[in-house]
């Protein structure tokens, strides 16, 4: 069942428009800071620090925190299997503490298997179970109590309180597959949706979580329903499509992001990009992504039209779009200003 757009907006907490700084960028720090700084000028509700490896995201939140006075944090994501809801806990409690209570919700996911297995040499196993108990600690651990629990993943004793009045900040999940979103329609606070998403798959997603909060009698909480966008502006439109196309070829190469490609009409020529870079062939597997791939799985483009692409976004039921500026084309010492130019693109949205 797809629902309309006041359906789904009638659930969902007011809209938001968010900048992401994901943990492998390659770009320093004091830029980093200078960006977040100019988001919050520019009128952005939240900056979101996403982590996989390299950089510590909610020590950059912290970097960001003490830089500014109104913009909001959150995390899409932290993986659980690489950090444990205590360390979640202690980090977010820190990080509300820094920023004078601007920590606006966590974001959890299981992350990418083949990233997580081989670099950490964690196995992925019983995922929605995992979440289920992570997610309970975790509310329990910023509950302003002192928290015992005992469960099949986690089990301990009486750990003192880490704040001294309860925190209510929204859990989103972040995750592409059913499974994880209907679980989300029963103990989450909301959805961050993959980097790639399409129209029909926010519809779909949307569905699926709404259907869950129909059935778990939640349908009168408010709402989170974030996506991640690949977002690349230029002057000149193939220049932008030119920038996204290493972003986009990135995420089509996990598995995980199945359920997204499925609904498109690339699942063919994914499987194609996908054997090319497997063999090695990098160049080879970038020329597949073609510009109209670009165009229905980012947004690309001069300015005005990236943000009415955005303006768009939002009725399709999304709440909070979090903006994924394309850099990779860049030297280090040129992001900077490609990320303000994308801030600037969609000032005072």
């Known amino acids: 069942m797809i629902y309309s757009y006041d359906e789904i907006m ?4 007011n809209m938001n428009l968010a900048l992401t700084f994901y943990s492998v960028l390659k770009m320093p720090i004091s830029d980093i800071i200078s960006c977040a700084v100019a988001a919050e000028k520019a009128g952005f509700s939240h900056v979101s620090m996403a982590e996989s490896f390299y950089r510590d995201a909610a020590v950059l939140g912290t970097a960001i925190a ?36 601007r920590v606006g ?3 959890l996911g299981v992350g990418y298997r083949s990233r997580i297995e081989k670099y950490f040499g964690i196995k992925i ?3 929605l179970d995992k979440m289920k108990e992570y997610v309970t600690v975790l509310k329990g651990l910023l509950s302003g109590e002192d928290y015992t629990y005992r469960g099949d993943f986690f089990s301990f004793e009486s750990f003192p309180k880490l704040t001294p009045h309860r925190m209510n900040i929204p859990i989103l999940f972040g995750s592409s597959g059913p499974k994880m979103i209907d679980l989300a329609g029963q103990i989450a606070d909301g959805l961050v949706l993959n980097s790639i998403c399409t129209p029909d798959y926010f519809k ?7 259907e869950s909060t129909k059935r778990s009698n939640r349908k009168k909480r408010k709402f ?7 977002y690349s502006v230029d002057d000149k439109h193939e220049e932008a499509i030119k920038s996204a196309k290493p972003d986009v070829l990135f995420y089509v190469l996990y598995p995980e992001l199945d359920p997204v490609i499925e609904k498109t009409h690339y699942v063919e020529r994914i499987k194609k990009i996908r054997k090319e870079h ?4 990098y160049k080879q597997a970038l020329s597949l992504v073609s510009d109209e791939m670009i165009e229905d799985l980012a947004i690309a483009g001069a300015p005005k039209e990236c943000r009415k692409k955005i303006q768009k976004i939002y009725g399709y039921g999304i709440t909070m779009p979090i ?14 200003d490609v990320f303000l130019r994308a801030i600037q693109s969609l000032a005072k949205m």
């Open 10 to 13: 009638e659930n969902c907490i």
């Open 66 to 101: 003490t830089n500014t006075t109104k913009i909001k944090f959150g995390s899409s994501i932290f993986p659980i299997p690489t950090r444990t809801p205590f360390q979640i806990a202690m980090a977010t409690a820190t990080l509300s503490e820094i920023s004078c209570n």
């Open 105 to 107: 919700f966590i974001g």
């Open 125 to 127: 196993e019983n995922s």
């Open 204 to 210: 779909e997603a949307i569905s699926i979580f709404q």
């Open 224 to 230: 989170e329903i974030a996506a991640s966008v690949i």
């Open 278 to 281: 497997s063999n090695g062939n």
């Open 323 to 336: 903006i994924r500026v394309s850099v990779q084309p860049f030297k280090e010492n040129q992001r900077k």
